[in-house]
């Protein structure tokens, strides 16, 4: 990981568009070489090596994604990815790629549960950094497939798939980019079975249990009676389909 960071090729300076990555971690070294090969990748990038720094980034300028460490002195990953998913405003939007070398199954659980949008564990390939961080900015985007509904609806729901808006009586509902890009899938085929494979993305979080958690966490957000679901429906060893009222 190490050499091939260091070995990225310097690059010119990033369109004034480009998608802009808050790295936050405390170990310099690592910050310095994520900085520059994201940068040569074409990203605008911000580092902060605490979640104090980034918490006053934040206040200034205004992120695609945050690339987040786990193990940092002071507020540690989980406990600052919790609090930002808390917040209000665009800024508890933001889709969170946390670096942790703890890759345990209940950590990751923990990490979806808080709103983290998908997990790299160290050592990582910086291709993979890379694919990763094009995989969650992709599905931040409108889709583009011919016949695709602009809206859907079912009970007190409302789902905008182009702007990704997720309104329940009017009042706009947090979800992830995870969370955002199943709905999208699923909204876009509606009444129609999406497998798991589909639903994971690209993002490499494809074990069928982490989906499962993933789609638990969304019925909690649009289910009166999670474990009896009337909209998120699951089609038993296939996938997930949701049924729309229009």
Do not use: W
């Not at 790299?120 to 990763?132: A, D, N």
């Amino acid at each position: 990981m190490i050499d091939a960071l260091q070995n990225a090729a310097p690059a010119p300076a990033p369109a004034d568009n480009a998608a802009h990555l808050l790295i936050v971690d405390d170990d310099r070294r690592i910050r310095e070489l994520l900085r520059r090969y994201l940068v040569a990748g074409g990203y605008r990038v911000t580092t902060a090596g605490n979640a104090a720094e980034a918490t006053t980034a934040m206040r200034n300028m205004s992120f695609d994604l945050i690339v987040l460490d786990v193990m940092m002195p002071g507020e540690d990953g989980f406990s600052f990815a919790s609090r930002l998913r808390g917040e209000t405003g665009t800024a508890a939007q933001i889709p969170i790629l946390m670096l942790t070398a703890k890759t345990e199954f209940e950590e990751r659980v923990l990490g979806f549960e808080i709103g983290v949008d998908d997990y790299l564990g160290k050592p990582f390939e910086p291709r993979e950094l890379s694919l990763r961080i094009a995989s969650i900015l992709r599905r931040a985007k409108p889709p583009e497939e011919a016949g695709i509904p602009a809206q859907v609806h079912f009970g007190p729901f409302v789902f905008d798939l182009e702007r990704g808006e997720l309104r329940e009586n009017g009042e706009l509902v947090r979800i992830t980019e995870r969370e955002r890009e199943m709905l999208r899938l699923l909204a876009a085929q509606t009444g129609a079975t999406v497998s798991r494979e589909a639903l994971s993305g690209t993002g490499g979080a494809g074990n069928e249990r982490t989906i499962d958690v993933q789609v638990n966490r969304l019925r909690r957000k649009i289910e009166r009676d999670p474990a009896n679901p009337l909209y998120l429906q699951t089609a038993r060893g296939a996938g997930y389909r949701l049924l729309v009222d229009r």
